[in-house]
């Protein structure tokens, strides 16, 4: 299981000694580099006085959030986001394939010979009170996202992981919560669909991709660019939860089958969760 | 200045760690630390003398002078570079548990020997 | 519609790629005749693009309607618009594939419940990252869609099980530290100009001193892109991908993936950077890494036995070839690149389908395993013939134009470099023609061992070798396709984009702005003395 001692290290001699000085030569430029930048806080700095006042100063007028962050994440580059999505949305699609989640349409049943139990009184009656409040926080970060810290991908994270907590505390003996796997990968689907077809609408209706001003939502252009920015991030919001609980069920399905393999092959006892 | 080279010292730090730990785990970690150095830097571009978040203050959106805060466009692009890392970070981790279970060890020279 | 085509190059895979997964769980079939509509409709966007740019007009494309440095742009012009047509094309030639590593006749082991929908999700999600790279005009988008591709390969890689997963955990790190290379170095590029729009980076660069900060941001988008290009001596994780992971994935990636970041490094140091001194450097020091990575490749590729790995190291190579003419930077270099990219990437998409196909279907992978070859499976034996002569570069087909442009341009370029880029290119083709002969000899002039698989196999009735017939295809198309290009290759040429590129007309772009920016520059771009 473990390497013969002496042998934890790939490179010897002369590889190592060039790999050495790769490293050197980059530690050299790098300090060199840094000696060169502009001083950091300096309000005059290029990246203070190019290209970012604008945000500063439109992103209320033309997009309408007051967070400047949300502005520019959503609208003035909600391209970026897009593809911010996908890669998410490919993070999950490539544990699912990864990992071969077996039988992930079958609701939960607990495996025979399962000994594990999850969770103790304490942290069930923690979790009742506190699951509602976490995934409200979430709608809270959502919605909220256009004018404090916040948006899609942290409401998201924050929904699917107060899904997560549920099935964590409760094991798979209680009764199923949440999106089962799926449910999650529809839901993440879904998500991605809707950002790229509200990009699609704003297509149709003969503006660019993901060009929100020209929706026929009512109202002056900025109110419409923000009710479009709430329906992306609504979708990221989507996406991410959904992508959370399929990365979940797919490594607590190799947990089941760890242990299920454990149980049937001999007599080590079952280990501690975690 | 300071915090540029402390900047440096994680990126290097990492880096280093990526290439010079025998274990596919600690790699992933010291993976981690390069990514999270690049995002300090990026924030540190995003900071300004006396400047506040980039969050519009109630005063509503006339006079809005582009010094009184920070640049929101760095905060922007790291939110989509952690997203990406800790992506990234996922997938690496459903790897290596594959790996783990079909080889029953994460050193590198053991499973390079494996590949040969 | 013409304006509109750029932002839907990039947004119908992306569509297809959350789309097929979707089909595939809610009604467990349909996903594969979706995906292989949604390729089909890529390449027609990405063969309209190419048409709209032969008049030498690149189409700009604002997206969500604001303008650069702003928002984000996409821009197709020659250059990106035959990259786009590569990438969608040899995306059609995998699609209708079986992507996952199942051996065919093991029918059985599990598989995903979704089917292969999830598979050739993520293959559309491939192609996506690839399209976007290729049309962005923004540094950090062009980051962004590099780790979507490069997720998407990870998965496409380790879905081939056992040892496919630590080579893609290998490659995971590898280019992981690339896109956090690359981006390291967009940082210094943003802190000195504030701005991440390739159109305006040059402008703000020429008003900006040069100094330490901007060689070292240079340099640092140079080795990450490097290494996703697999450039001598950042290749390390290169073979055990192209072995390891499916044939399809294999075929998929060793035609396209590498290139496009060498299409990025050319875009980069050729274009937007150009002008700035230490870029110049680094691409002199490109040239030289090009030549070591010719020879080292081609020698390493005698010494394999295993025809993938052979293939692979073969690749090192070409890829060292192509950084030479990106390097040299003439219009007669990039002309010669860019052909060599076609040719290249078709023969080697051919080789790799054919070598996965006999390697994964019949366990034939090692070179001597394909004595033979000819007598029972005449059509494979063929097309690899087709491909390795154009690997080589023998005429009549297209890697022999390509090599001849290329060794033109290096002789053009003079100098000690140009003498030996000349001389490297020359050594190329001799190595390759001693590691495929040697493949060539086992195909036709050998026969079979005794009691091999190709040995048992009759020559006729039903029960003779057959492959799969997407692969048939695949590998068939895709010689006829060298082929084509050899015999064509004048026509060929003159369809490829003329170096350096036309200048952009869009309203995004202030023209005048940046004439002057280059004015102050050094020179022209694609006009580069070598040392």
Known sequence: ?274 | MTVYLFIVALFILGLGGMSLLPNLLRKLLAMNVMQVAVIVFFLAAAFKDGASVPILAESGPEGIAAEGYMNPLPHTLMLTAIVVSVSTTGLALGILIRIRRRFDTLNEVSLLRRLR | ?531
Not at chain 1, 96 to 118: M, N, V, Y
Not at chain 3, 187 to 202: E, Q, R, S, V
Not at chain 3, 220 to 243: C, M, T
């Open chain 1, 1 to 274: 299981m473990s390497p013969a001692p002496g042998k934890t290290r790939l490179r010897h001699g002369v590889p190592r000694i060039l790999g050495a000085l790769a490293f050197a030569a980059l530690l050299g430029g790098l300090v060199a580099g840094i000696r060169d930048l502009p001083r950091l806080g300096d309000p005059a700095s290029p990246a203070a006085t190019h290209v970012s006042p604008r945000f500063i100063e439109a992103a209320a007028r033309e997009t309408g959030a007051a967070n400047m962050v949300t502005a520019v994440l959503a609208d003035y580059r909600g391209y970026d986001t897009l593809g911010e999505t996908a890669v998410i949305f490919a993070a999950g699609l490539g544990c699912l394939i990864i990992l071969a989640l077996a039988a992930a349409d079958r609701r939960e049943t607990p495996p025979p010979g399962l000994t594990h139990r999850f969770g103790s009184p304490i942290l069930d009656v923690s979790a009742r009170v506190l699951t509602p409040w976490i995934l409200m926080f979430a709608l809270y970060v959502l919605i909220h996202g256009h004018v404090s810290p916040g948006g899609g991908f942290q409401g998201g994270v924050l929904f699917g992981s107060g899904l997560v907590v549920v099935r964590l505390v409760r094991g798979r003996r209680g009764p199923a919560f949440g999106p089962g796997p799926r449910a999650a990968l529809v839901l993440a689907c879904a998500g991605v669909l809707a950002f790229l077809g509200i990009g699609f609408l704003a297509m149709a209706f003969g503006g660019e991709f993901l060009d929100y001003g020209t929706l026929p939502l009512g109202g002056d252009e900025a109110h419409v660019r923000e009710l479009a920015t709430l329906g992306v991030e609504a979708a990221v919001f989507a996406a991410v939860a959904g992508t959370v609980c399929v990365l979940f069920a797919t490594i607590s399905a190799g947990v089941r089958e760890t242990e299920a393999a454990r149980s049937a092959g001999s007599a080590s006892p079952p280990g501690s969760d975690g």
């Open chain 3, 1 to 531: 519609m013409r304006e509109s085509l750029p932002g839907l190059l990039v947004a119908v895979p992306l569509a297809g790629a959350a789309l097929v997964p979707l089909i595939g769980a809610l009604f467990r079939r349909g996903a594969r005749e979706t995906a292989l509509v949604l390729h089909a409709g890529v390449f027609a966007i990405a063969l309209a693009l190419f048409a709209l740019v032969q008049d030498g007009a690149p189409i700009a494309y604002a997206m969500g309607g604001w303008p650069g440095p702003w928002g984000i742009e996409l821009r197709l012009d020659g250059l990106s618009a035959l990259m786009a047509l590569l990438t969608a094309g040899m995306a059609c030639f995998a699609a209708p594939l079986d992507l996952s590593g199942r051996r065919s006749g093991a029918a059985g082991g599990r598989t995903s419940p979704f089917g292969d929908s999830l598979l050739r999700g993520v293959l559309l999600l491939l192609l996506a990252g690839l399209l976007g790279i290729v049309a962005t005009r923004d540094l950090f988008n062009l980051f962004v869609f590099m780790e979507i591709s490069s997720l998407a390969a990870y998965t496409l890689i380790a879905a081939g099980g056992g040892k496919a997963t630590i080579a893609a955990f290998r490659y995971l790190l590898a280019g992981t530290a690339a896109g956090s290379l690359y981006l390291f170095g967009v940082g210094f590029l943003y802190a000195l100009t504030g701005t991440l729009n390739m159109d305006d980076l040059p402008v703000q660069l020429a008003a900006a001193a040069p100094g330490a900060a901007l060689a070292t941001g240079v340099t640092l988008i140079a080795i990450g892109l490097s290494i996703k290009a697999a450039l001598f001596p950042l290749h390390g994780w290169l073979p055990d991908v192209y072995v390891f992971a499916p044939t399809a994935t294999t075929g998929f990636i060793a035609a396209v993936m590498a290139k496009v970041s060498a299409y990025a490094l050319l875009r980069l140091l050729g274009e937007t950077l150009f002008g700035v001194e230490a870029g110049a450097f680094v691409l002199d020091v490109l040239l030289w890494l090009g030549i070591g990575g010719v020879l080292v490749g081609g020698a390493l590729a005698i010494a394999q036995t295993d025809v993938a790995r052979m293939l692979a190291w073969s690749s090192i190579s070409a890829m060292g070839t192509i950084l030479i003419a990106v390097a040299v930077g003439s219009e007669l270099a990039v002309t010669a690149a860019l052909f060599h990219v076609v040719a290249h990437a078709l023969a080697k998409g051919c080789f790799f389908f054919a070598a996965g196909a006999l390697a994964g279907g019949l366990g034939l992978s090692r070179v001597q395993s394909w004595a033979g070859l000819a007598s029972r499976l005449p059509g494979t034996a063929v097309a690899v013939t087709v491909a390795a002569f154009s690997l080589i570069g023998l005429p009549p087909v297209a890697g022999f134009f390509s090599k001849y442009l290329l060794l033109a341009a290096t002789w053009n370029a003079g100098g000690a470099a140009g003498a030996a880029a000349f001389a490297a290119l020359i050594a190329s083709s001799l190595l390759a023609a001693v590691y495929l002969f040697r493949v060539l000899e086992a195909v036709w002039f050998r026969s079979p061992a005794q009691g091999s698989l190709l040995a048992e196999a009759p020559r006729t009735g039903p029960e003779r070798l057959r492959l799969p017939r997407p692969l048939v295809f695949a590998v068939g198309a895709l010689a006829a396709l060298t082929l084509a290009g050899g015999l064509f290759a004048a026509a060929v040429e003159r369809r490829l984009p003329r170096w350096p590129l036309p200048e952009p007309v869009g309203a995004a772009s202030d023209l005048s702005r940046l004439d002057s920016a280059r004015q102050e520059g050094a020179g022209t771009p694609g006009r580069r003395v070598l040392r």
